[in-house]
């Protein structure tokens, strides 16, 4: 899973990034950052204001190198100390030609000072200012509008923190023309209100600091911030005593282009088509157990585990794939890696990837990689309405969506134009679907949608292969988990209502114990820090061989045990008594090994479980931070405490962290645990967590 530090990992999601349909990010070709900032007066009736540290706030925001392709240039400094009519003009009215702004760019304007009004008009006053003469000697804000109107830029934000700077709204709705809604013109005060001095400028500056800190990454991931959460977030800092009104912008819940996010992490999975989006390979999967570099290897042929394990398996999902239309259904218990080997299947048959990852692709033996494009679409079920799965599919393959009365489509209305599409086809259909227990309701997907996408069962057009759940493969396995009944029988009504042959990923043919063992043995070796990378060869396959025979038929097991050994500053060896007693607990041992571990104070271990705990009981895709979080944590406290943003921030930054992966629901970052075993364990044995581990 792809790092958020030492904490949390992000799950492969489909969102839409930037500002929305016809305004991709790469079309802005120049962003710009303009401060215009008076802090001293000739005036002696005019307090100084000490703008200094604000502009250079904004400066840090905007303008900082971790942004890469999101960075503004730092324009005209000259206008940040206490500039003069003449420099305003010169720079924003009769700029040089290759200076003009375009409406391929996007700017920043951060306006701040004294201000006033006179005769119904706004003026921003200058250093040399005369209030006796205001018209010859202040600058009309009104005019700094005008001018940034007529460069026809279409990404604006426009700070004005002046006192009576809402006066501008009157002057502004006597223009001809409105501007794009993509403009956010912000003034410090309402147009009947007087703003405190400064205020507004303060108010943005405590919300850059609380975004520039762990805490900030409440506001989610994505490239920009979204302009009612920035609103939201000044306001909160302004306090009641004075109201932000903006002009202009009618796009508030999207994210916008002058808004950069610090806490953007980049698309965590591997580069492929947006249909096959949900089920591709993780980027630090990738890193950890294919890339040369992180291996320290010098030969691209080299492979690691990610593409080699598991070889008879993945030659029948290939078939599976290629050959006959049918389903087939892929079982196997928790953690017994049914998921990681679709992924693979997905991945490898894109060929965004293979043309990105030509050289490694090409290494991996012929017969563990599927065709290009072998799979068209691929979906995971968790937490999502079989309404919306049937949805995605129709989007991902572009069929075309049903004429009818309803605004959303019915599933009826969808089956019929689905069916129309697929008999106009000549070749047959690939869809993979993964976690179809973890849907939001398992049955009516079955039922309502994968038992209906063939238009004749009796002449099937598609492949259709569905990862469902199914109780612990045999006795041999030490570590069976509890499973609900239904889930185990969720694979066997499945198989019957699609009529599919079955794959059981934990039991022979297509289960070899050593799978388990290279597994773990990648990632001790190959995750950036562990101390088993520069230990003995021989110490770590000791390591390797202990964990992985005693993980059972479990990967998760397995990568829980290893990422903790790898993450613990020093080699721990394979008989070590206290790793052994937790293997032979499972989920539960490993995971009570590594919290105690990684939090030697109880408190810290309590205040990291109620906080995980509450994010297992999240329905859907997960859990919200800001506003949620908190007060889920507080109803799951039997204590009764009390948890806000710093812990939260604390947790994700932890060693813990990583048992998290974020995700998107309804345009907003949530949170939830890796795995259902976890969330299980937290759910109903959370207690047991706590206790000191035996051995």
């Known amino acids: 899973m792809n790092s958020h530090g030492t904490g949390a990992h992000v799950a492969a999601s489909h969102d839409t990034r930037g500002e929305g349909p016809g305004v991709p990010d790469e079309e802005v070709l120049r962003r710009h950052f303009v401060a215009i900032a008076t802090g001293e007066y000739d005036d002696p009736h005019l307090e100084s204001l000490a703008v200094g540290d604000e502009v250079r706030a904004m400066r840090e925001w905007l303008c900082a190198e971790r942004l890469n392709g999101r960075r503004f240039r730092c324009g005209y400094p000259e206008l940040a100390a206490n500039p003069t009519k003449r420099q305003i003009r010169d720079a924003l009215e009769e700029p040089p030609a290759d200076e003009e702004w375009r409406d391929s760019d996007a700017a920043v304007v951060f306006v701040t000072g004294h201000g006033l009004t006179a005769d119904g008009t706004h003026y921003l006053i200058l250093k040399t200012t005369d209030t006796s003469k205001v018209g010859k000697t202040a600058f009309r804000t009104a005019d700094l509008i005008g001018w940034l109107a007529e460069t026809r830029i279409r990404h604006l934000l426009l700070i004005l923190d002046a006192c009576h700077a809402g006066r501008v709204a009157l002057e502004a709705q006597s223009r001809d023309a409105e501007p794009p809604d993509t403009w956010v013109v912000l003034p410090s005060a309402t147009r009947n209100q007087k703003a405190v001095t400064g205020a507004l400028t303060g108010a943005i500056s405590a919300l850059l600091a609380e975004l520039a800190s762990p805490q900030g990454e409440k506001y989610g991931h994505d490239p920009y911030l979204t302009v009612n959460d920035f609103l939201a977030g000044v306001q909160y800092h302004l306090g009641d005593g004075q109201l932000l009104d903006p002009l202009y912008g009618s796009r508030r819940d999207r994210p916008h282009l002058c808004l950069p996010n610090p806490h953007y992490r980049a698309d965590p999975t591997v580069e492929v088509r947006a249909a096959r989006h949900d089920l591709a390979l993780d980027r630090r999967d990738l890193e950890t157990h294919w890339g040369p570099r992180s291996r320290g290897v010098a030969n691209d042929g080299q492979q690691g585990w990610l593409f080699t394990g598991r070889a008879d398996l993945m030659r029948e999902l290939i078939a599976a794939a290629t050959g006959a239309p049918g389903a087939t259904i892929v079982t196997g218990g928790a953690g017994s890696g049914k998921s990681a080997v679709l992924a693979r299947l997905v991945t490898l048959s894109d060929e965004q990837f293979l043309d990105r990852h030509a050289a490694d692709a090409a290494a991996v033996p012929a017969v563990l990689r599927p065709p290009p494009g072998a799979v068209d679409v691929a979906v995971v079920a968790t937490g999502k309405l079989h309404t919306r799965i049937l949805a995605q599919i129709c989007h991902a393959l572009l069929v075309p969506a049903p004429v009818g009365d309803h605004l959303e489509p019915t599933v009826e209305e969808r089956l019929a134009s689905w069916h129309t599409w697929l008999r106009g086809r000549r070749r047959p259909l690939t869809i993979v679907l993964d976690a179809l227990d973890e849907a939001a309701d398992p049955h009516a997907l079955l039922r309502e949608v994968l038992a209906r ?25 030490p570590h069976a988990p509890v499973t609900a009944s239904d889930t185990a029988a969720m694979a066997d009504t499945a198989q019957a209502a699609l009529r599919a042959r079955r794959i059981v990923v934990d039991q022979a043919p297509w289960w070899n114990q050593h799978d388990v063992v290279a597994y773990v043995d990648s990632i001790l070796r190959n995750t950036r820090g562990s101390p088993y990378a520069v230990a003995p060869a021989g110490a770590t396959e000791s390591v390797a061989t202990a964990l992985g025979e005693r993980a059972g038929r479990s990967f998760l097991i397995g990568r829980m045990a290893a990422s903790s050994l790898a993450a613990s500053g020093g080699v721990i060896t394979a008989d070590h008594p206290g790793w052994l007693a937790a293997l032979g607990e499972g989920v539960l041992g490993v995971f009570r090994q590594d919290l105690h571990h990684s939090l030697p104070e ?62 998107r629901e309804d345009d907003t970052t949530v949170y939830r645990l890796f795995h259902d075993l976890l969330r299980a364990t937290l759910r109903d044995r959370w207690r047991e967590l706590l206790r000191l581990p035996s051995g």
């Open 453 to 477: 996408l063939e238009p004749d069962p009796d002449a099937p057009r598609i492949r259709l292969l569905v990862g469902v759940r199914s109780l612990a493969a045999n006795e041999e396995s």
């Open 602 to 663: 109880p408190d810290d271990r309590r205040r990291a479980v109620v906080l995980l705990r509450a994010v297992a009981f999240a329905h859907g895709s997960g859990l919200p931070w800001r506003g949620i979080w908190p007060l889920v944590a507080h109803a799951v406290d039997d204590e009764g405490g009390y948890y806000g943003d710093a812990e939260i921030a604390w947790l994700l930054g932890s060693r813990l962290g990583a048992y998290l992966v974020t995700d």
